[in-house]
């Protein structure tokens, strides 16, 4: 059974950077399969902020892409999103996902962790 | 980036009904759209794939159809656990975007 869980700081200040962790169980990260972060927010809905293959291989929302990174550390079965910079527009809750290639299905979830941007 | 626009926004049904939720995209998405439920405090959990593909456990109930820039999805007969939002999501093209939903309450 596939489990994703996400992990970080619930409170981030304005101008600093937000950092998730997505913990992979069940299954090996370097078997394949994409890895995806998404956001939701009472304002903006759901909203894809980018992939990352465990080779490495990235691709962000245009949307996100200058102030987002996203790496994987097989090692420790694990993905991570930081996004620079963020404003109080960047609190909602955080998802990590898996999707099988480059479908951008988004087959397993993991629980989400509410991240909001306050001083 | 291509819209995904929802309606209705809201619907009222009752157990045993048959509903029917419709999503319009922007511009073809070929037959890549999902569908996703979502209830309060929870993740979002695949329903329906590439528009009309039954995701492994979901109950036959469940049914989407469409093509190009119109789909839909179909509960034949509401369960008191079917009540909660429905999202769409187009798969066609970077960045994958999602409806705003649809909420199906009591």
């Known amino acids: 059974q596939v489990q994703l869980h996400e992990s970080g700081p619930g409170l981030v200040k304005p101008s600093e950077t937000l950092s998730l962790t997505c913990s992979v169980s069940?299954?090996?990260?370097?078997?394949?399969?994409?890895w995806d972060w998404i956001r939701q927010s009472p304002g903006r809905g759901l909203e894809w902020i980018g992939r990352?293959?465990?080779?490495?291989?990235?691709s962000y929302n245009p949307a996100f892409q200058s102030r987002v990174t996203i790496s994987v550390d097989t090692s420790k079965n694990q993905f991570s999103l930081k996004k620079t910079s963020v404003t109080a527009a960047d609190t909602a809750v955080y998802y990590c996902?898996?999707?099988?290639?480059?479908?951008?299905?988004?087959?397993?979830w993991g629980q989400g962790m509410l991240v909001t941007v306050s001083s | 980036d291509i819209q995904m626009t929802q309606s209705p926004s809201s619907l009222s049904a009752s157990v045993g009904d048959r509903v029917t939720l419709t999503c319009r995209a922007s511009?073809?998405?070929?037959?890549?759209v999902n569908w996703y439920q979502q209830k309060p405090g929870k993740a979002p959990d695949l329903l329906i794939y590439a528009a009309y593909h039954l995701q492994s456990g979901v109950p036959s109930r469940f049914s989407g159809s469409g093509s190009g820039t119109d789909f839909t999805l179909s509960i034949s007969s509401l369960e008191p656990e079917d009540f909660a939002t429905y999202y769409c999501q187009q798969s066609h093209d970077v960045p994958y975007t999602f409806g705003q939903g649809t909420k199906v309450e009591i």
């Open positions: 511009q073809s998405s070929s037959n890549h």
């Open positions: 069940g299954y090996s990260i370097t078997r394949g399969y994409y």
């Open positions: 990352i293959y465990h080779r490495g291989t990235t």
């Open positions: 996902a898996r999707s099988p290639r480059e479908t951008g299905i988004f087959e397993y």
